[in-house]
């Protein structure tokens, strides 16, 4: 394509997943050309697979050496329920957004809240749990041992999320999608660039019949575990990422209760649980936490046997025996994020800069952290492309991407008879 058909933009946005969107939401309120280009679907991967709790730091005060990560995440829980109540000041609007409990719970032990008493108080934490007496508790655990805690974190539905950020950006189709800000290309191959030393000069993007050259005075990467092929691809040391896997467990059924929480061992989170529903209507539990880091080492099967005897020992509430329709299943997902020394997560949103901001490489860390990482990256640009944005580009004949399934979708299932057939006497 020859040069002089090229459009300048401000930004360039790689990757349409809860970092992405946030940070192209950003850049619009910054009055900034950007567009958002997806090589997938919307949220593929880590984004459509959180579990959506907008955590306010309490959890990270289990662990001494997690305690620096509680104050950078503890306005997130205000600053989410807030967007979500229409507050136009601090971000995107998400009143459609599906808030699917105002709160999580946490509950295990006698020693739960001495401890989270104890090292919570050396966290700057906004949001304090409340012990709940039995009869104000749901009653999956109104039983539970010790403390139940009720801790004012929102749960939110990704795919809501995603759909909420993504819809002012999209073109609207009587008018053609030139005025898309979000658009899909054809895979990785469908983004093109041209480098010199890593610094991107030039980006061609293709989708499907269309394609359109742009001269960007700043690119992010905000890919995920794709940073790492991208980095690459520019002739970048891809070893400044690092992944830390996961192997989530989900039980489905018309029988189970939407419940969302924590059930904390010692400095531990044994499992923690959230819900949604598949397109039958049924209940489906996320089981993430302990279980699913210690999970990287088991196969599929011996997951779910293990899930299984780990739920009844913190549920002994929950009967399954009834329900005829309980079923099993697993997937494997990698945290991509900067890389740490030590090989931990990160206390807080990442930023690496290169070329003077020109090239930006950006990880949420946390699903709740999206707003942190997009101010993060404004802050990162080079000054004078904010104080003189140039006008939006043409972007005719591209289509906005699609948004992901959640992760239960099209899953293979085990019912629960089978399982406990196969669990160990």
């Known amino acids: 394509m020859p040069e002089s058909s090229a459009q300048s933009i401000d930004l360039v946005v790689v990757g349409g997943g809860i970092a992405g969107l946030w940070i192209l939401d950003a850049a619009v309120r910054a009055g900034l050309s950007v567009v958002c280009v997806e090589a997938s679907k919307l949220g593929s991967g880590q984004s459509v697979c959180a579990q959506g709790i907008i955590h306010g730091g309490l959890k990270y005060t289990l662990k001494e050496r997690d ?18 109540s229409g507050d136009p000041q601090n971000g995107p609007d998400l009143r459609t957004a599906v808030m699917s409990s105002p709160c999580t719970w946490l509950w295990r032990t006698d020693s739960l809240a001495s401890r989270l008493g104890m090292l919570g108080a050396k966290a700057a934490l906004q949001t304090r749990p409340t012990t709940v007496p039995p009869a104000e508790r749901p009653p999956i655990i109104r039983e539970a041992p010790g403390a139940v805690l009720q801790v004012g974190e929102p749960v939110f539905e990704t795919r809501s999320v995603l759909e909420a950020l993504a819809r ?45 050259t742009l001269l960007p005075r700043a ?151 999206a707003p942190r990482l997009a101010a993060a990256v404004l802050d990162a640009l080079p000054p004078e492309l904010v104080a003189h944005p140039t006008p ?34």
Not at 67 to 84: E, R
Not at 396 to 421: K, L, M
Request: proline share 6%.
């Open 67 to 84: 305690l620096s990560a509680s104050a950078p995440i503890s306005a997130m829980p205000s600053l989410w329920t807030g967007l979500a």
């Open 168 to 212: 002012p950006h999209v073109g609207d189709s009587s008018e053609g999608s030139g005025n898309s800000r979000l658009i899909a290309v054809n895979g990785p191959e469908g983004i093109e660039f041209t480098s010199q030393g890593g610094e991107v000069k030039r980006v061609i993007l293709r989708g499907g019949n269309a394609e359109v």
């Open 219 to 369: 690119v992010v990467l905000a890919a995920g575990a794709g940073n790492e092929g991208l980095l690459s691809r520019l002739g970048l040391d891809a070893s400044i990422t690092q992944r830390r896997p996961l192997h989530m467990t989900l039980l489905r059924s018309s029988s189970l209760p939407e419940f969302h929480g924590h059930c904390v061992d010692g400095n531990r989170t044994r499992v923690t649980i959230t819900s949604g529903r598949d397109t039958d209507g049924r209940v489906v539990w996320q089981l993430g936490g302990d279980l699913a880091e210690t999970g990287v080492a088991r196969e599929s099967a011996a997951q779910v046997t293990f899930a299984a005897a780990e739920l009844q020992a913190i549920l002994p509430a929950l009967d399954l025996s009834n329900c005829s329709d309980a079923a099993w299943s697993t997937y494997r997902i990698d945290r991509a994020e900067s890389r740490t020394r030590s090989g931990f997560r990160p206390d807080d949103a990442q930023v690496v800069s290169l070329h003077e901001g020109r090239l930006l490489v950006a990880w949420p860390t946390k699903w709740a952290l």
């Open 392 to 425: 939006p580009v043409d972007l005719a004949g591209f289509e906005p991407p699609e948004i992901a399934a959640y992760p239960w979708e099209n899953r293979t299932w085990i019912s629960h008879h089978d399982v406990r057939s196969a669990a160990p006497a």
